[in-house]
């Protein structure tokens, strides 16, 4: 089974800081997602990844930055938090790029930025 | 701009029930069209439709790609209360973006029993 794991699913952070939010996939996918979902908008990508440090923006990457070193391994930064920041946030993976195999989601990661 | 709509957004029926959920996009060399059902969690796959593959079935659970209409629709047959969930459509174009699959808001089943 394919397994797609993150690090925290509830996470309440304070406007300012600095949050990281980890996303591991044990199927030597080649690609990588974030999302974030609110109600009414739906899924939105911020950030992907089709190989080891390389990475391309989303629909929405402002405010947000990304990490891969390892291939198995996506994180998502948070730079300073902000309240508009509050949501869920989940990671994917897939064999290839999107729409030439499903994503697999991780169970994702409630933040709260107060 | 690519984009999807599904419809209705919510709906409420009785366990036994068969529903029909609608998915329409508009997206630029279409590539494929998901399915994903989302409980309280992360969202499961249900249907990949490409040009090749446009009707899959899963016991219950079917769905049709129309490729001259730009839609597609998931049916429940004998819905359960275990169907109660966000349905989401999910479309991808070649080209461009190789990270654009474009979601739909959803549509929220909820299944009485």
């Known amino acids: 089974d394919v397994k797609v794991t993150q690090s925290s699913r509830y996470l309440v952070k304070r406007t300012g800081e600095k949050v990281f939010l980890e996303c591991v996939q044990d199927?030597?996918?080649?690609?990588m997602f974030w999302y974030r979902q609110d109600p009414g908008l739906g899924l939105r990508l911020i950030y992907f990844?089709?190989?080891?440090?390389?990475?391309e923006k989303g629909d929405i990457p402002e405010g947000y930055s990304v990490s891969r070193e390892k291939k198995e391994r996506f994180s998502l930064i948070l730079e300073s938090a902000s309240t508009n920041q509050t949501s869920m946030y989940l990671c994917?993976?897939?064999?290839?790029?999107?729409?030439?195999?499903?994503?697999?989601f991780g169970p994702g990661t409630r933040l709260t930025v107060l | 701009e690519d984009k999807v709509v599904q419809s209705p957004l919510s709906l409420v029926v009785h366990e036994g029930d068969t529903v029909t959920l609608n998915c329409s996009y508009e997206?630029?060399?279409?590539?494929?069209l998901l399915w994903y059902k989302q409980e309280k969690k992360a969202p499961t796959f249900l249907f990949m439709l490409?040009?090749?593959?446009i009707e899959k079935k899963s016991g219950r659970l079917s769905s049709i790609l129309d490729k001259k209409e730009l839609s597609s629709i998931l049916n429940i047959t004998a819905t359960q209360t275990g169907d109660s969930a966000i349905y989401l459509c999910?479309?991808?174009?070649?080209?461009?973006?190789?990270?654009?699959?474009?979601f739909g808001k959803g549509t929220k089943l909820s299944v009485k029993p």
């Open positions: 990844s089709y190989d080891v440090k390389m990475k």
């Open positions: 999910a479309v991808a174009g070649y080209g461009g973006s190789q990270g654009n699959l474009i």
């Open positions: 994917a993976s897939s064999l290839y790029p999107a729409g030439g195999s499903e994503q697999f």
């Open positions: 199927m030597d996918h080649e690609n």
């Open positions: 997206v630029t060399n279409f590539r494929s």
């Open positions: 490409t040009s090749s593959g």
